[in-house]
Every structure is written in structure tokens, then in C-alpha cells.
């Protein structure tokens, strides 16, 4: 029997006891209520009968002529005849019919003598027979109510064993499946639930079983691939040439390769598993990595070179930081799930790249010299003291002197370039007022603006704190931007200068704008780079050689502000660094 079919008879077996019960109980009061009307019917009517006869019997003694007498007793004798329920009573009722009769032919005293004594022998009848149904109606309200308790009591126990049994029935199995859950949850597969019955919950059980089996089955399964690709990706990290470390989202070490190790020292056992911060205070390497990991993810560069002495060897390495997250399909977003550090040594390319800055320099101070001797021979050439150009002559003349200064400009921003490479140029960092920067700045641009009529329009509010900054280096980079601008504008064009307290309030901001053809935006992060130019602008000035943005870059970068540029095709170009305050 299935436990819907439990549950209903449970409640049809109460409900068959709740409706005899009733029944019995409505059928007890109703035969105790038929008994005592019975009494009051048959035996108390004559009991008050005999009583009125009694009193009617003595007004007749009293009054013999009255009307109230006999007259009235010969009427409640003639009820008394249509009330007869006893028996023996209908003798005595005869018996006073005739005594009337003898009694209105002589009126005596013997007569009524006879009705009296008849009347009480009535009376006394249906007396005694109200105590002898008294008596049976008090057995018969007793055996009813041992009987009805008695029922109750059995009826009590039924539905005991039914409230106790059949919800039993229903939730056994729930705990059951509970159970084997909470195995399941916990990854142990093979507490199955014992099928014990046919019923709904036999059913679900021998379901869930088959369920733990495929699942159990599909978890081997996935295990054994989840081990293979682990083993794999393993490998594949185990021999890797870069330093490879893992931490989880609470900056737990998860993998640490060879080489990670032996960069910190340490051997694989006490990394893996170790807590970053633990780890940290044995190592010094891992304090700068945890630095950049806990830096603003808005501040974190996208490569970070780090100098490591090893064996008294400086090596270089750079330190790419990613943020692994992972989609929760549950809760419908992307979750942060660690975060994953890779050192790649660059030692070869440091020494690659520091043989070709000093190369850069020898060449550049090797060419210095002889170009600036070509530069004062060709002033020779046009001075009229050594002899006569003619037009032609003279304009290949200018030519080569442009030429030649073309190239000093060159092998001068080469010789920049390497010193900065090399952190041979000191900074001379001092509080600079704004205003001044500008005007160190803006005083030698005055002459380049003439000959395309261009305006240079200044912004500067009065109240706008110093900087700390190097002034000769920071004025470079804004002439250098100047000198971009008016290279870029058109003719009758307009340039402004301004500056303002950069967002936050902890740098100035100058910016430098043009109303020139703009740049592409997939151009604007690379133009900061050595030798880069955007297309326009190798069409636009062919005598730039692709280092003034590169060498302002470095400048600003190494006084702790910012350069970039904010433009857009035809509308012009916005360039700007950030200094900060001298506090």
C-alpha cells in the first residue's frame, strides 16, 4: 500500500470512529430522553391525577352539595381511565368507576371511604413505578456510559496508533533521503537509501539510488579528467623557464614552479599552501611582489621590472601581474578567483638593451663632433669672405645645413635618450612655481609662432599652488609640446596653454592644445614610444624624429606625474602632465 493510500484510510478509520461514536452517543440520549418523557407521560399525569382526585374527595366531605366535589372527582377520573399504563392499575380504575357510581345513588360515608382508599391505592401504583423506572433509567444511563467510555477509549487508542504510525510512515523516509543527502553533500556517494517498500517513498528511493550511481559514475569520471588536465597543466608549469606563482583570493599560494622558488629561496613544500603574508616576512622578494598585487588596480603597470641579486649576479626580471576570474553561473556574475604572477627574467635583453644605449651614445658623440664641424664648414661656404655662392650653389648649401641640423637634433636626443637609460641625469627637484614653468617655457615658442600667424593663448588661475618639480627638464617637455603644437596647427591657428589642480587635489595638471588634424586613438598610446609617429604627423613634419614625446615621457614619469593626450581625428590634439605639489 502506497502511503497516499495509508493516509487515506488513517482518516477514513477516524472518521468511521468519530461517526459511531456520535451515533452510539446521540442514540443513548435519545433513549434516556424517551424514557423520561415516558415517566412524566404515563406515571407522573396519574400521580397528579390521583392528588387533584384526593382534594376533589375531601371538598365532597366537607361540602357534600357543592358543585366542586364529586363532580370535578368524576372528571379526573375519567382522564385517569385514558391514562392506564401500569399494570394492576386498571382494576383500581374500575373499581373506582363503580364506588363512584354506588356513591351518587347513596351518598355515605363508607362510599367515599372506598374512593379514597382506591385513589391512594392509584397513587401508590404509579409511585412505584416511577422508582422502578428510576431504577432502570439510572442502570440503563450507566451501562450507556461505561459502554460509551469504553468506546472512546478504544477509539483514542486507534487513533493513536494511526497518528503515531502513519505520519511515521510518511517522514521515515524523508530522514532517510535527508541523510543519504548529507552524505552526498559532503562527497560520500555510496550511502544509498535501503529500498524497503513499493510505495511513493520505495519509488523515490530506488530513484535516488540509481541518481548516486550516475552521479558517483560522472564525478569518477570528471576526477580522473580534472587529475589528467591538472597533471598536465602541472607539467606544462613545472617546465616553464618563468617563475610562475598562483595565489587564491585570499592570497593562499596554489602552484609555485621551480624557478619561483629557487627566486625565493625556499623550498616547494613550506611555499605551496603557505599563506602570502607568511611567506613574506622569510622572503623579501615576496614582499615587493605582494606591493604590486595590493596596489589599485588603476595604479598597477602592466609590466613591473624588478632587479634580484642572485649569487652576487644582478638579474632583471619583469613581473606580469593578471587577476583570474571566473563566471559563477549560480549567482549570474563574475567572480575574482586569484591572481596569478609571472617573473620573466630579461637579464639577456638588459644587457642587449644597455650594449645598444651605450652604442647609441658612442655613435652619437662619435657624430656629434664631426657634424658640427660640417655644420661650421657649410657656415663658411656661405660667408662671402671665402668666395660667392651663385643661387644654386647657395641653396644646396642650405640644404645640407638643414640637413646637418636635422641630424645634430638627432644624435642631441640620442645622447638624451641613453643618458636616461643609463639614470646618469639627475633631477633637480625644487618648488617651482607654476607661472614660471610657463613662462621659462613659452618665451622661446614666440618666434616659431610668426610665420603661420598663430595665437598662443595662456590660462593659468592666480591662486594655483607650486609644484615640486625639475624646471629645466619640466620646461623641455613643455616647449617640446609647444613646439608640436605650432609644427601641427594651421595657419592663423590658435594654441592655449592652461593649467589647473588635477582631480583629487594632490597634483597640477598643464595642458597644451592645438586645433590641428588629431590622432587616431589606436596611435595615442603608442607615440610615447621611441621612434613612433602617428601617419599624419610623419606627412605633416618630416623633420621629427620620434624621440620628443619618448624624452618628455621619461622626464615626467621620473618626477612621480603623468603624461598623456586626449584627441580625436580633426578636432585637434590636448596634451598634458601632471606635477606634483610641493608639500
Not at 624624429?545 to 614619469?557: K, M, Q, V, W
Amino acid at each position: 500500500m502506497n502511503i497516499k493510500s495509508k493516509i487515506t484510510v488513517g482518516f477514513l478509520a477516524l472518521l468511521g470512529l468519530l461517526i459511531i461514536l456520535g451515533s452510539y452517543a446521540h442514540y443513548t440520549v435519545q433513549q434516556l430522553d424517551s424514557r423520561s418523557r415516558s415517566v412524566l407521560q404515563d406515571n407522573f399525569y396519574s400521580v397528579q391525577l390521583g392528588q387533584d382526585m384526593l382534594v376533589a374527595l375531601d371538598e365532597a366531605e366537607a361540602q357534600p352539595t357543592s358543585p366542586e366535589g364529586l363532580p370535578r372527582f368524576h372528571y379526573l377520573l375519567s382522564r385517569e381511565a385514558g391514562n392506564v399504563t401500569e399494570p394492576g392499575e386498571r382494576p383500581v380504575v374500575d373499581s373506582l368507576t363503580r364506588s363512584l357510581a354506588q356513591l351518587s345513588v347513596a351518598n355515605n360515608a363508607a362510599a367515599l371511604a372506598q374512593l379514597r382508599q382506591l385513589t391512594h391505592r392509584m397513587v401508590q401504583l404509579n409511585m412505584q413505578a416511577v422508582a422502578r423506572k428510576d431504577v432502570q433509567a439510572n442502570r440503563a444511563a450507566g451501562r450507556a456510559g461505561r459502554y460509551l467510555l469504553t468506546f472512546i477509549v478504544l477509539s483514542i487508542v486507534v487513533a493513536l496508533g494511526f497518528v503515531l504510525s502513519i505520519p511515521e510512515a510518511a517522514v521515515s523516509g524523508l530522514h532517510k533521503l535527508t541523510a543519504s543527502m548529507a552524505h552526498a553533500a559532503q562527497g560520500d556517494f555510496t550511502a544509498s537509501i535501503p529500498v524497503e517498500s513499493r510505495d511513493e517513498f520505495g519509488q523515490v528511493a530506488s530513484s535516488f539510488n540509481q541518481l548516486l550511481v550516475q552521479v558517483n559514475d560522472a564525478r569518477t569520471s570528471n576526477l580522473a579528467g580534472l587529475m589528467t588536465e591538472r597533471n598536465r597543466v602541472t607539467s606544462i608549469v613545472q617546465t616553464l623557464d618563468e617563475a610562475l606563482l598562483l595565489l587564491d583570493e585570499n592570497q593562499r599560494i596554489l602552484v609555485a614552479n621551480p624557478p619561483a622558488c629557487a627566486l625565493l629561496e625556499l623550498p616547494e613544500s613550506e611555499v605551496v599552501g603557505a599563506d602570502a603574508d607568511d611567506l613574506a616576512a622569510r622572503s623579501p622578494l615576496m614582499q615587493q611582489l605582494l606591493a604590486v598585487v595590493r596596489a589599485p588596480a588603476s595604479q598597477r603597470k602592466a609590466a613591473v621590472p624588478l632587479a634580484l641579486m642572485q649569487r652576487g649576479e644582478e638579474l632583471h626580471y619583469r613581473l606580469m601581474v593578471h587577476d583570474a576570474v571566473s563566471f559563477n553561473a549560480p549567482l549570474d556574475k563574475m567572480e575574482f578567483v586569484g591572481t596569478i604572477l609571472a617573473l620573466h627574467n630579461v637579464s639577456d635583453f638588459k644587457r642587449l638593451d644597455q650594449t645598444k644605449s651605450n652604442f647609441l651614445a658612442t655613435v652619437s658623440h662619435e657624430l656629434k663632433t664631426p657634424l658640427s664641424t660640417i655644420n661650421f664648414h657649410l657656415k663658411l661656404l656661405q660667408n662671402l669672405r671665402v668666395g660667392p655662392l651663385n643661387a644654386e650653389q647657395q641653396q644646396i648649401v642650405e640644404s645640407l645645413k638643414q640637413e646637418n641640423q636635422r641630424l645634430l637634433k638627432l644624435t642631441h636626443s640620442l645622447l638624451d635618450v641613453s643618458k636616461l637609460e643609463s639614470g646618469v641625469i639627475p633631477l633637480n627637484l625644487r618648488t617651482t612655481a607654476v607661472a614660471e614653468l610657463l613662462a621659462y617655457a613659452t618665451d622661446p615658442i614666440q618666434l616659431q609662432l610668426a610665420p603661420k600667424h598663430l595665437t598662443l593663448e595662456i590660462d593659468l588661475p592666480p591662486d594655483l599652488p607650486p609644484v615640486l618639480a625639475d624646471r629645466e627638464k619640466t620646461a623641455w617637455v613643455l616647449l617640446n609640446l609647444l613646439a608640436n603644437a605650432v609644427r601641427y596647427s594651421p595657419e592663423a591657428g590658435r594654441i592655449t596653454v592652461s593649467a589647473a589642480r588635477a582631480i583629487g587635489g594632490e597634483a597640477v595638471e598643464v595642458r597644451v592644445q592645438d586645433r590641428g588634424p588629431g590622432i587616431e586613438p589606436e596611435y595615442q598610446e603608442h607615440i610615447f614610444q621611441r621612434f613612433a609617429q602617428a601617419p599624419d604627423a610623419v606627412s605633416t613634419a618630416q623633420d621629427g624624429s620620434g624621440l620628443g614625446l619618448s624624452i618628455s615621457h621619461e622626464f615626467i614619469t621620473t618626477q612621480g606625474g603623468l603624461l598623456g593626450v586626449h584627441s580625436a581625428p580633426g578636432a585637434g590634439s590636448t596634451f598634458f602632465f601632471t606635477l606634483p605639489l610641493a608639500t
